[in-house]
């Protein structure tokens, strides 16, 4: 079966998008280890006579954006905040940081002690590190409600927080649970389509009488973590990209936090992962925006939640001037591959440009599990698909670009106030 171009390249990025998800079995690790550490700060405060703090993730894992690393020895990285209940007035920075170490080491000593396995415990600029040897880290960051936000900004959305930071005297304000809510208002309304496939889906395959009704209710029972959106996927595309292109360059390497951003404020609900890369990488410049800072006209990427604050900021140090244009020249070159391998010249070729990009092992291997012959392929340069796959490959099942992940509680609020 011969498909076109923009149908083997979509599958093909889709299944690679998928690869990338984090391990069941090293999932299933970091939300146990999440649980365990959430439970035992709680009991900490609970046992002082004060009120629980609250565990929760932040950053790539609570976003769905969670890649594998492109070295086999590298480690994940899982970013919690631990919220605790207590006023500025009555804590320095430096004294709950302090605290926080304290709480954690006692946490490696209960480990030891209980024969679990003991993390290794060393301290950040921002956060204390949980280092679990060959699986991952853990950066927890220290953080006090934002109390005199939480009272401007009186709704839902005042999940303002305050974090420490060695090399600031001042506390700095930050909010990554309302920087999650807008991440998801970003995809929404894919995302409720998607929701509304899988429900309509799997009340057919049931044998139901399917109504609208039906759907909706079906649909408001899905969690919304095990959905991966076009966006989500392309997030990973994009930073396995990266990590590839700025190997052995780490002061150059775009930030995830700029890409992810940058992605979401480009997003126009597209619903294909194929389509939505190449509109990301042509739509996210706009978004760079020139402010006068001191005198000077600098690039500015607005953080949504706080426009006071810029993701770009790094581009602004004397020591790497060209951060920018970096990120630019790599943004451009992503846009040149995917339009090379749509215009086709075999799955060989489009194995040569993705396996340069994105690894050629897992290019290869997510093709093989696509059903394509890479050797027969890269021989006679024409693409060669099993009959018993093709339906997948050319994407006709009831909700293309989308892949179920396993659900766990560590998105969002600590493990008893979830």
Known sequence: MILRPQDTLNSLLVQVAKSLDVPEELHKAAVLEYEQLAFF???????????????????S???GTATQPVKSDD??????????????????????????????????????????????LSEGSRCWC????????????????????????????AKHILITDKSVRCWLPS????????????????LEAIKKSMAEASLRRDGLVVNDWQI????????????????????????????????GDPENRPASILITTLAAKAYSNEANLLDA???????????????????????WVENPINPSENFADRWQAEDYPDREKHFRVWLEQVGIELEEAIKGGGIHRVLDLLGASLGR??????????GYDVQRASSSGKLAVASSTATLITGTAPIPNTTPVRGHTFYGESKRNR
């Open 175 to 190: 909010n990554p649970r309302q920087f999650a809510d807008w991440f998801r208002s970003t995809m929404e309304v894919r």
């Open 361 to 370: 092992q897992v290019v290869e291997a997510s093709a093989k599990s696509l």
């Open 130 to 157: 949980l280092n679990f040897p060959d699986q991952f880290h853990m950066d927890v960051l220290p953080a006090i409600p934002d109390a005199e936000q939480r009272e401007i900004v009186a709704t839902d959305a």
């Open 216 to 247: 909706k209710q079906a649909a408001e029972s899905i969690p919304e973590y095990e959905i991966k959106t076009p966006l989500q996927r392309a997030i990973q595309i994009l930073k396995r990209h990266r990590d590839c292109r700025f190997d």
């Open 75 to 120: 480690e994940y990285d899982v970013d919690l905040v631990y919220e605790r209940m207590l006023k500025k007035e009555g804590k320095t920075q430096q004294q709950l940081k302090d605290e926080a170490g304290e709480n954690l080491t006692e946490y490696v000593k209960h480990r030891r002690q209980t024969g679990q396995t003991v993390p290794e």
């Open 41 to 59: 700060l709680e009991e900490l405060d609970e046992a002082a006579g004060r009120r629980s703090p609250e565990i929760y993730s932040q950053g």
């Open 61 to 63: 894992f609570a976003l």
């Open 277 to 299: 890369l190449l509109n990301l990488v042509h739509r996210m410049p706009d978004h760079i925006e020139e402010r006068e800072v001191n005198g000077q006209s600098v690039a």
